[in-house]
């Protein structure tokens, strides 16, 4: 038979001064059953910390009474401590005492045997116990995976419940909202947090969801609870059955200042090179044109609302254009004489790509300075 892999490995930490309690443990496991547990043993219970520590183990065998440091005292310390606090510890005994059992309850025992039972009893008990800790182990490690890929792509989760109107976060919706938790916001409040101009379509999406069951998938604005401008994307799915309405809640605050600062650029761009004496064309990866300034259309003798969109060698009405030619066959120019469809006159005109694959074409007339040149 197969081992289990290390991570669904029971591992029982004993802590008892006498002996003769290890090795008859030990034998049940070898004997009856206890495949896939693994049993450690401490006599000292002054050294039983620094072991859970260790090991950390799935489940504590504690005895009550022991010299230097009795089961209560050290069952109270365990509680105490984050590596422990949530391990079950079951408590052994000689004596079956009501109010002995009382007390270890009241400070966190999880269960109280008393000892030795049944090998069939004491290694389903412990197997029980064993396997509620490592389940709770792994849901603990998915909440925090859960958690910090919220943190890092700054989406949040949501649940609304349609009968109660009590809504439930998880961690990164309270850090996106900054709100303190664990506070319960109601739809009333979760709506007001939207600026005035989104307030609207949040309120309608969410009625839509509510009275006929239609999702929604939404950009807005917020207010922080801390007063702080924010761009979210909010997305919501009705469970009809279950009267609840879940879904995602992401910040996209970072998104659309690049989004802003990128349209910036770009008007930027296009009021200096309207001002140009040479012509700029730039074309995108269909090979349609996204902008030309003034001396573009001058040049090529062109009308920038005729032009706009079209694909570059279908808004030329010339066959034998280079310009066309090297757009059209991808191909980057650095200085290159040509005839282009304007057939009045000569334009000197380079092209090269850009990171996202705009090509820019520009081109100078240059007629005169040729003319000159035959002259001399």
Not at 79 to 102: C, F, G, N, Q, Y
């Amino acid at each position: 038979m197969n081992d289990p892999p290390a991570d669904r490995l029971i591992q029982i930490l004993l802590v008892d001064d006498q002996p003769t309690v290890h090795h008859l443990l030990h034998r049940m496991l070898m004997t009856q059953g206890g495949d896939g547990m693994v049993l450690h043993y401490v006599q000292d219970p002054l050294t039983a910390e620094t072991k859970a520590q260790e090991i950390q183990p799935a489940v504590i065998l504690l005895d009550l009474v022991m010299p230097g440091l009795d089961g209560l005292e050290l069952l109270r310390r365990f509680r105490a401590h984050v590596v422990t606090r949530d391990v079950p510890i079951v408590m052994l005994s000689i004596v079956e005492d009501p109010h002995m059992k009382a007390e270890a309850f009241a400070l966190g025992a999880s269960d109280y045997i008393t000892k030795l039972p049944d090998a069939v009893e004491m290694i389903a008990r412990l197997r029980h116990h064993g396997n509620a800790r490592l389940t709770q182990r792994h849901l603990e490690k998915s909440q925090q995976l859960l958690a910090e890929t919220e943190r890092i792509g700054k989406v949040g989760g949501w649940t609304f419940d349609i009968d109660t109107g009590q809504s439930t976060w998880t961690e990164e919706m309270y850090r996106i909202r900054e709100w303190d938790h664990p506070h319960a916001p109601t739809l009333a409040e979760i709506v007001d947090s939207y600026t005035p101009a989104s307030r609207p379509v949040i309120a309608q999406a969410v009625q839509r969801a509510l009275e006929q069951g239609e999702p929604f998938d939404v950009e807005l604005e917020i207010i922080t609870a801390k007063g702080h401008l924010r761009h979210v994307h909010a997305i919501g799915k009705p469970d009809v059955q279950r009267r609840k309405i879940s879904g995602f809640f992401q910040d996209i605050t970072e998104r659309k200042q690049s989004e802003w600062a990128l349209r910036e650029s770009e008007r930027q761009m296009q009021e200096i090179a309207a001002t140009l004496a040479e012509g700029l064309c730039v074309v995108d990866q269909r090979e349609r044109i996204t902008f030309i300034n003034p001396a573009a259309c001058m040049l090529l003798g062109w009308q920038e609302e005729a032009v706009l969109g079209k694909i570059f060698h279908l808004a030329c009405p010339g066959s034998t254009c280079l310009l066309c030619a090297v757009l059209r066959d991808n191909t980057v120019v650095t200085t290159e004489d040509a005839w282009l469809c304007h057939r009045d006159r000569v334009n000197l005109f380079q092209t090269g790509n850009d990171a996202e694959s705009r090509r820019y074409c520009f081109c100078l007339d240059i007629s005169d300075w040729l003319w000159y040149e035959r002259l001399t």
